[in-house]
């Protein structure tokens, strides 16, 4: 994972947090979007998502020969 993609998705889940809990978001739908901002803070921190390997799908620079 690329370090645009990690920035991107730590950046999201502070933005879901801080909507969360200033109550701008609330419900079935915040759950929903604390739950996903709870697996882009993982993502982001480990840089790996097993959704990009299993598509085949790099955001990493490929290093040069």
Same mark, same amino acid.
């Given at each position: 994972?690329?370090?645009?993609?990690r920035i991107?998705?730590? &950046? $999201? %889940?502070? +933005?879901?947090?801080? #909507?969360?809990?200033?109550?701008?978001? !609330? @419900? &079935? $739908? %915040?759950? +929903?979007?604390?739950? #996903?901002?709870?697996?882009?803070?993982? !993502? @982001?921190?480990?840089?790996?998502?097993?959704?990009?390997s299993l598509?085949?799908?790099?955001?990493?620079?490929?290093?040069?020969?």
């Open positions: 994972m690329g370090s645009i993609d991107a998705r730590i &950046i $999201a %889940a502070i +933005i879901i947090a801080v #909507l969360y809990f200033t109550g701008q978001i !609330t @419900g &079935i $739908a %915040a759950v +929903i979007l604390l739950i #996903l901002a709870t697996i882009f803070i993982v !993502t @982001g921190f480990i840089s790996f998502c097993p959704l990009y598509f085949g799908i790099q955001t990493k620079p490929k290093k040069k020969a």
